[in-house]
Nanobody, 124 residues
Framework: QVQLVESGGGLVQTGGSLRLSCAAS????????MGWFRQAPGKEREFVAG????????SYADSVKGRFTISRDNAKITVYLQMNSLKPEDTAVYFC?????????????????WGQGTQVTVSS
């Protein structure tokens, strides 16, 4: 079992940057594939980025490729999402998710554990 707590959200202008953090509990963090998802008002939750257990394989949604970077520090049991060149359409609640299995999946149903989310608002 793993518990996830996101932080780092806030209000930023177009073109700005934010770094989200997801702190996990539990000694098996390094066994989990980690993902970031987001949900805008009136829209379904969508995949943003994922990273495998060792951190040497990542996956991104096309909409964020080249702008966002996911990383993890297993010693600190934390996963990060560095977001650069932010756009108004990036505005959403961002969720951290964990999957106790191999393979980075892009579907909501592929993840077993979720944080409460952190709001990111990008002003134009």
């Amino acid at each position: 079992q793993v518990q996830l707590v996101e932080s780092g959200g806030g209000l930023v202008q177009t073109g700005g940057s934010l770094r989200l953090s997801c702190a996990a509990s539990g000694r098996t963090f390094s066994s989990y594939v980690m993902g970031w998802f987001r949900q805008a008002p009136g829209k379904e939750r969508e995949f943003v980025a994922g990273i495998n257990q060792s951190g040497d394989s990542t996956s991104y949604a096309d909409s964020v490729k080249g702008r966002f970077t996911i990383s993890r520090d297993n010693a600190k049991i934390t996963v990060y999402l560095q977001m650069n060149s932010l756009k108004p359409e990036d505005t959403a609640v961002y969720f951290c998710a964990a999957r106790y299995n191999t393979g980075v999946l892009t579907t909501v149903n592929g993840y077993n554990h979720w944080g409460q989310g952190t709001q990111v608002t990008v002003s134009s």
